[in-house]
Structure formats: structure tokens, C-alpha cells
């Protein structure tokens, strides 16, 4: 990387205030790095740098005045474009949408970072309509890994994850419905929180409903903090918006010393992790303790054996019947047009009924009240992120897995969308093939400033330091 687009975003505000450089000079970097990177891996599917540039000088000017706009004025920041961002098209990933607009509106958190002067480089690549676990779409075609390219990035915001890890921007806006920031952050060796649900306003809604998150992936906890202090303010567009909270910057110190942790390595057996995986995620677990956590190793009541229903059955049953509801009024030739895997989805949402919905709900209210009596006991829960490295990509489903779906490989990740708990992940090593592999810190809903402390104490303690991709 470039010397300034190597930068944090915390690194980047604290040059400009020192003089040591200038919003100018960080846009062109990470301009030339966009340049650079973007053949190899397809993170971006509309970069405008005249208009980042224009955005830039606006900075600079206002930084030599001694009047700086918000926490953000001058730090270039990526946008998945699921969001609306006015001045062009937000295509989702799907050739089924009509690129003429007006396109004249921003989504919530796209307008706090206007108001906060960040510096908008463009739109990252997802699925069609982030509907999936990795990042390939009708539209803007397959997302490549930054450590190894003929592997997945991961999805749904898979251009976010991996434009972050190759310096194409220190801050990136995901979103994620059933694991969209982590997977992907997981698979490239970065940071990305999904937020309590509500803390960051969403508009338009997703036609996924409330399983839907909008979250920050950065390079560290500390950058999180600071684009959720932007992102969380107050729009009334959200009717379930949680309203201003606490700054999460200012809660990020306090170690871990005290808090009691719940290590579950396989949910109880339930899972099969790869043994590299598991001996990283160990290693975080341990440093956790080593930094004066109370470790113990315990399962959270996640499926049936535990008196409950199968998580995975509810999530399909309230991901589909969303697939199906957004692709309601297409008429045969834009279906034609859609991702296969999605049509297939669509189609067997269609044929689920109210009564199977509102027994998806339930499903979702018990599993959330079991976690809820879980972190009555535990501050977190501590898992893998996922139980494998990145797999070839353009595939849903590594080969040879007998996965059908995407929710198969990500079983760490879904549940906590249902329940709708902050989750983060954070990197904690490699496999023999260099690829990076995450831990994820989970708390009880509300508690976003517990997750991002321990994950600040992770970075502290030395543990996420990995290989950066060339």
C-alpha cells in the first residue's frame, strides 16, 4: 500500500489536524490505490473521483479555515450499494433495476456522513439485493478475495470487506441481514460490527425486515467506533430506530478484566470447524483470559436439543418469504433477469404461508428469550466467525460441502439476526493457505459498546496483526 492509504481513519484525522497532510492528499492515494486494486478483485461498482475530489478540496479548504464539519471531514469512505446515495444509481446487483432515477435522496447513515464531511469514493459490489453469503450478482459480476484471489470475498458486503483490506478506503457502510459484514470481514482479515437492531436508521426498509442491520467494517474496533458515533444519529425515515445513544468512542477503554466470558467453540458439537480455525479463535479466547476475563467454556441454547426450534428453519422461512415479497410485482422477463439461486428462493418463499411465518416468529421470540436468560449469566459469548476460510469464488457453497444454501457455511452468523444482538468480528490469524480467520464477540441487545471494548482490548493486545494483502 501507499504510505497514506495504509492509514486508519483515527491515523488520517489526526495528519490533517498535525498538517502533516491534507484531505487532497488522502483522496488522490486512495483514488490511486482504487486504480490499482480494482481489476483484482471487483469491489467497486461505480467510483466517481472527480466528485470525491471536489468533496476533498472542500475539506482541505475548511481545515485551513480552522472549521472542520463533524468527526469525518476529509476521510474517504466506501458505500455498499444497497444504500441510496443521491447524484447516481443504486443498482443492488441487479440488472432487474431502472438506472434513469431521479436519484436524489440518501439513505440515513449516507446522509450523517455527508453532514460529518466524509468523502464519498462510491459504491462497493454486492449479490443481488444482498441476498447472499458471497458476493457475485447478474450486474457487476464476481468479488474476488485480496489474499487470494480465485477465493471468495464473502457476502453480501463482500466489495466493502475487501476494499478496506486492500486500503481502498479506510472506512466501509455494509449491511447485514444474516451475516453480511462479518463473513465478508472474516474472509478479508478486517473489522465489521453489525449494531444492535435500530442504532443505525435504515431507509429505504429491507425487504428482509428486521433481520436487517446497517454496520461499519474498518481496520480496527477504534475506526467502528468512530463511524457508529456518525451513522447512529436520528432519522425519522426509520420509525424503529433506536434514537441517539451513548458515543462508542468514548467507551472503548476499559480492557476486559472482569467480565465473564462464554467460549463455544461448535455450539455444543453442532458445527464442524476447520482445526485451523479452531486453534485461532482459541488463541483469542485465551488472550481474553489472559487480559483478566473470566473464560468458561459454554454452549448458548441455540437448536432443538435445547427445547427450542431449529434456528436455521425460522430464518429461511422469514429470508425467503422477504425474497419473495420484493420480487412480488416482477413480471417474467425481469424474473428472468434475477440470480438463479435468488429465483429459487423467491419461488419457495412464495409458497410459504402467514401461518408459517408467524410460527417463524415465534421460533425467533424463543430463541431470543434464550439468549436473552444466556447473557443473564455472561457478558459474551465468544465464537468463531465462521467455521471455514474463504472458498472458491463465483459459488455459493464450497464445493463438495453438500451445503444447498448459504446459511449451511455461516451458522455462527444468522442467529444473532434473529435475536438481533451486536456482533462483531475480528481478526485472529491465518490458515497454512494465509487466509485470514475471525473471532466474533457477541453481546446482549443494546450492549454495542461492550462488543467494541473487548474487540478494542483484541487489537491492543496484539493478536489481530496478520499479513496485510499486497
Known sequence: MTELSALTARQLLAGYEKGEFTPVDATRAVLDRIEAVDPLVNAFVRVDAEEAMAQAEAAAARRRAKEPQGLLDGVP???????LMRGGPTLRGSRTVRTEGPWD??????????EHGAVLLGKTTTPEFGWKGVTDSPQSGVTRNPYAPAR?????????????????????LGTDGG??????ASFCGIFALKPTYGRVPLYPSSPFGTLAHAGPMTRDASDAALLMDVISGADWRDWSQLGPGESLSGSLEGGVRGLRVAYSASFGGQV???????????????????LGAYVEEADPAMGI?????????AFHTLWFSGAARLVQHFGPEQRDLLDPGLREVCEAGAGLSALDYLSAVDARMDLGRRMGRFHSTYDLLVTPTLPITAFEAGVEVPRGSGHRRWTGWTPFTYPFNLTQQPAATVPCGTDVDGLPIGVQLVAARHRDALVLRAAHALYGSGITEIRRPA
Do not use: Q
Open 272 to 290: 464442524s470447524v476447520r482445526p485451523e480455525v479452531a486453534a485461532a479463535v482459541r488463541g483469542a479466547v485465551e488472550k481474553l483470559a489472559d
Open 152 to 172: 471468495t470475498a464473502g457476502g453480501s458486503s463482500g466489495g466493502s470487506a475487501a476494499a478496506v483490506a486492500l486500503g481502498a478506503g479506510p472506512l466501509s
Open 105 to 114: 435522496e440518501d439513505a440515513p447513515a449516507v446522509a450523517r456522513l455527508r
Open 77 to 83: 469512505v466506501s458505500v455498499k450499494d444497497i444504500f
Open 305 to 313: 436439543e435445547h427445547g427450542g426450534a431449529d434456528p436455521v428453519e
Open 179 to 184: 451475516g453480511s459484514v462479518r463473513i465478508p
